[in-house]
């Protein structure tokens, strides 16, 4: 590819070309046509995987040939594009979107669930070097739906083995969820060495265990009311509960992504993603440099997905997906076998208490995902006696610390004071303030 440099001479600027090596012209003036398959779409929940809306557009006439990256831009009406929603287009001159993956864009653009909004679309081509062309605006009316489930139940895990210990203090029992169905009920724990029991609405009202030891990936164990403590080892677990059968099985589990893209590279640990309830999937706040990675289950290749055709779709043991150098929030669905990379402004904390100490990279907060935008939490942060402060982007240029360390947080404050222990953390973005409840010892 011919190395392309602009020149500012009197001709250039009297065509409205830009000269290029061996007198190739770069047409700065052209242009290229966005259309839509329609103008008004509204999305349902149950045809998530069917096509919801076809870009297309036109090949912009550069005056040479050239490798040209199209991206599709949305923002809300009237906006100026500055932090739009995008979908890459590759090199073709039309994108298929899904229901599914239209209505993760209107939602994060702020659009209200079942309600009909007016959102432009436009098409960006970018040329190898800083050379692009944008097409012109259209209009769709478009209306998401909420993807907010409510998983809820009574029951949680609550022990020694626990962030909360034996119950009473500022940490809650680990909640179950809903499962697909009825009366079986799932919980993603990490646990420590110690002792676990079900309970209700986080009293001791109506509680089980079991009289038979755990079997970690083994047959399924029985449960009595106010039974004895169940015995655990440390680990990431899911803890199934039936709550008709009386019946429970713990297996070890987690999901994480891998490869050179990482901090820990193919041979791991992985970076852990977290279980999201309110759209049954698992997300994780990460950092990567370029390379590829890949999800797999148990930070093992037995059960390992990737991407075999550049599409967002998931296949086992599929290829490796190449990512670039910058801050991500990372989706696995796996009831759709489906995934997002997406970019954004990442929050962490840093400093002598943590593990990577003042230089990081940062241990970082996942946002809430449900009602509580802003808001950023972090489960199970291993710390050390020293301090700590709360960063953007493993960068110095936007950083919090707690002057009276009273809780209310301040631009380039004082470090904040920390103790060896385990902690769950909430940083709220709103109101600059944050919670440090330590694990029940």
Aim: glycine letters at 12%.
């Amino acid at each position: 590819m011919k190395n392309i440099f602009y020149a500012l001479g009197l001709i250039a600027l009297a065509t409205g070309c830009q000269e290029v090596e061996d007198n190739v012209m770069i047409n700065a003036n052209a242009t290229m046509s966005v259309s839509l398959s329609t103008d008004a779409v509204v999305l349902l929940e149950d045809n998530a995987m069917t096509d919801a809306l076809t870009v297309s557009w036109t090949t912009p006439n550069t005056g040479f040939q050239a490798a040209i990256n199209y991206t599709i831009l949305m923002d809300v009406s009237g906006g100026d594009f500055s932090a739009p929603q995008s979908i890459n287009g590759a090199g073709a001159n039309e994108k298929v979107v899904t229901v599914g993956n239209l209505n993760n864009k209107m939602l994060s653009l702020g659009l209200d669930p079942d309600v009909a909004s007016t959102v432009d679309i436009k098409v960006m081509a970018q040329l190898d070097g800083d050379q692009s062309f944008m097409s012109n605006t259209v209009s769709l009316s478009v209306t998401p739906y909420s993807t907010i489930l409510n998983l809820s139940t009574d029951w949680g895990v609550v022990g020694s083995a626990t962030p909360g210990g034996w119950g009473g203090g500022a940490i809650l029992d680990i909640p179950f969820w809903s499962s697909s169905t009825d009366g079986v009920l799932v919980a993603y724990a990490t646990l420590r060495d110690g002792m676990i029991k079900f309970r209700k609405d986080n009293l001791w009202t109506e509680n089980y265990g079991s009289s038979s030891p755990a079997v970690v990936d083994g047959a399924a164990g029985t449960l009595e009311a106010g039974g004895p403590d169940i015995a655990v080892t440390a680990g990431s677990y899911k803890i199934t509960f039936d709550t008709g059968a009386l019946t429970y099985t713990i297996e070890n589990f987690s999901w994480g992504v891998v490869g050179s893209g990482t901090e820990n590279g193919w041979d791991g640990p992985d970076q852990l993603l977290y279980y999201n309830s309110y759209a049954d999937n698992f997300k994780g706040v990460m950092t990567f440099v370029d390379g590829e990675v890949k999800f797999r289950k148990n930070n093992n290749w037995d059960v390992n997905l990737g991407d075999n055709d550049a599409d967002l779709s998931l296949e086992q043991g599929g290829a490796n997906i190449a990512v670039t150098a910058g801050h991500y929030l990372v989706t696995l669905d796996l009831n759709a076998m489906e995934y997002t990379i997406e970019a954004m402004d990442v929050w962490g904390l840093v400093g002598s208490g943590t593990a990577n100490g003042w230089d990081g990279p940062n241990q970082k907060f996942l946002p809430d995902f449900g009602i509580n935008p802003g808001v950023y939490t972090i489960t199970g942060a291993s710390l050390v006696d020293g301090e700590i402060k709360i960063r953007q982007n493993d960068a110095w240029g936007v950083n919090y610390g707690d002057n009276g360390n009273d809780g209310s947080l301040e631009l380039d404050g004082s470090n904040i004071p920390v103790t060896a222990g385990i902690y769950n953390i909430i940083f709220d973005s709103n109101d600059l303030s944050i919670v440090i409840n330590q694990w029940a010892q």
